[in-house]
C-alpha cells in the first residue's frame, strides 16, 4: 500500500452528488408543472426537447465531441399518435422521481415491467428504452443520475479511500485496494465520495484478464495508478467514473485497448462520447490518451498478428469518415491498420512473457504520451 | 450488519487449498516423470487419460451428474499424428507448473500467446483451450486450480468474513457485505479462506439487476442469507464458490433463474453439473435447490409473459431426453412450459412493485423448498 496520501480538493464530492439530484428532482418537478399548467389553461399538454435525428448529431469543434444540435422535437397531447408516447413519458418522469425518493435503483428493464403495474402501455423493451432515452434529452441527465442502471459490469482497483452515500452504508469508507479481484462498479461506487487517495494517474484497460495482471503485477503501486477494467466499450457508468476521477482528483487518464479499430474506438469514446449519448455530458475525459496497443506499435514490439477481417475494414472506413479521426494519432493509426491489414491483442505480449506488457510496453508508452 | 456470528468449522479451508496446490503439483511432477522415463527405457513417450468423447459422458446415478466412462484415450510420440499435442500437452503441464510457482495467474488468452514464446505452435485459441482441457482430464484438475481463468465475471454479497491467500494479501481480511455492488468472484476471492459468517443461506441469482436488488432490500440480513450474482449461466469459478461455500461453511443453496428453460438448466448446471465439465468433480452442489421461477409460478403470480420461440421449444425437447430431467419438478416444470408455451423473467415481479419479489415471492418459495 502507498504511504504517502495526498489529500483530495474535495469532501465536495459529496456535496456535488446532493446537489446534483436536488436539481434533478427540481427539473423532473418542472416538467409535471409543465403539463400541470397546460391542463389548467385547457391547452394539450405538450412537451419539447432536443431531436436525437441522426441530422441533429453534429461534430462540436470546440469540445470536441457529438452534441445536438438545435432541431427540436415537440411531443403533445394534442397529436393522436403521440398520446401514446407523452403519457409514457410522463409517466416515466414520475416513476424517476418515485425511484429517486426512495432511493431505490432499478435496471433498464425493471423499468418496463413497472410500466405494466400502472397500465402504462410497451409494446417491447425496446420502446420503454428509447422513452428513457427521451426523458435525458428532456432533462439533459444521464438515467444513471435517476437511478436506472443497464446490467453492464467493470472494475475498478487501487489506494482510492471512498465513502459511501447510498441508504445503509452512509459514512461507510472503503480503500478500493482492499479486494484483489477488482471492486464492481455499480450504483453504490459511482455515487461514493472521493476521500483520499496516492494515485497519480488512472489507467483504463479494455479486459479483465489484463486488469488482473496488472494488480497481480503492482502497477498500482509502481505507477501509483488506479486501474479500471472497462470490460470492453466502456458502460456509461464507468465513464462518468473516469471523469469524476479525472475532474474531483486531478487525475490524468490513459487507456489501453486491442490493437485493432474496435479498441481505438474504445478509447475514442471515452475521451470524446458516443454519437448515441449526444444529448448527455459529463461523461467524457477530452485529455485521456490512448496508449495503445497503436497499429504502429505492432511491428515495433513485433507483436503476433490476426488478419484483419471484412468487418474491421468496413469500420475503418466509417471512422474514416468521423470528424475526430481526422488528425494525429487517430487518424495515423487507421492508415497503419489499412496498411499492415492485421490487428493485435493485448494478451499478444504473453509471448515475450507474461510480465512484458507491465514491464516494458506501459513504461515507454506513459513516457510517449508524457511528451504528446 | 447481522450480529451472531456463527464460527466456520474451518480454519481448514485454507489447510485444504494449499494441500490441493501440493497434491496438484505432485501430479504434474508425476506427468513429467512419466515422460522422462519413457524416454530414459527408450520409449516413445505416452500419456493416457479418459476419454471425453459425447459416447463415454455417461449419466452416473449415484451422484445424479455426468461423469467420463471408462474409454481411455492414448496420445503417443510414436503415432506422427500426436507428435504436435503430445508436445502441446507437456508444454503446457510445464507452463501451468511455472504459473504455479511464481503464483501467477494467467486467462485461456495468455496461455495461448505464451504457447509462441517457447515456439510451441497451436494454429488458434481453440486448439490452445483444448489441450487444457486435456491437462484438465490428464490430472483431474479444473484449470482453475492451475491458474488458468476465463474472463467471466460474478458477484458474491453478505456477511462472510474471509482471508486472502495471494500474494501480498496473506492474511488480510474482508467482510463481503462491506462494498454494496458486490465482490467479483476473481482468482483472490475463490481461493481465499473462508473465516466467519453468520449466513443461514446461499441464495445464487441469474441476474446482475436481481443482485442488485436483493442488496437494496437487505435479502441479506433478512433471510441470513450470502448473495450470489451468476450473471447468467454460472461460470466455473462461482460453481466452484458455491461448493466451497456449502461444504466449508454447510449451507444450504437456492437458485433463482428466469421462468424459461434456460434458466431452469442454471440451476441444474448448479446442482449436477455440465456434460462439457463432466471430466471435473467438485464443481457441484447436488442439494441445491430451485427456487424459481417455475413455469407454474407463471400463473400462480400472474406474471406477464413472453411467447416461447422455436429455439425454447427445441432446447425443451434436448432437455427432456436429458437423464436428470426425467423426474420431479425438473420434469413437471418443462411439461408445464411446452402446456403454457410461454415463458418469464424475473423483472416481471416489478410489474406488482419492485419489491414484491423479495416481500412475497422469496419467502414463499423458500417455505415451498424446504417441505421439499
Redesign the interface.
Known sequence: MPKSKKQTKHSKSQNDIEEQKVQIRSQLKQLGEKIYSDLNSQRFPTIHFPSRSVRNIVYDKKTKQYILGSNTVTRTASNIKQIRSVTQLTWLAFFANELMSNK????L??????S??YAVDYTDQPESDAIITDLESVISTARERLNI?P?E?S?IFGDLDIE?T????EG?R?NLS????????????STADFVDTSAEMIIAIE???LF??FI?E?VHSKYKAIIIDT?GQAPRTTRYMLKRLHKELNLPVYIMTDGDVYGEHIAMVIVSGSAGAAHLRDLTVPSAKWLGIWASDIAKYKL?TIPMTEMDFKRVSELKRDPRYQKGVWNKELDVFLQIKAKC?L????????TTIVDKYLPEKLEQAKSM
Chains 1, 2 share one sequence.
Open positions: 431505490k435503483s432499478s435496471t428493464r425493471d423499468v418496463y415491467y413497472s405494466q403495474a442502471y446490467e459490469r472494475a459511501y447510498v441508504p445503509g452504508y461507510n472503503a482492499s479486494h484483489p479481484d477488482g471492486y464492481l462498479i455499480g450504483p453504490s461506487l479486459k479483465g484478464g488482473n495482471r497481480e503492482k470490460a503476433p491483442e494478451e499478444a505480449f504473453s509471448k515475450y512473457g507474461l
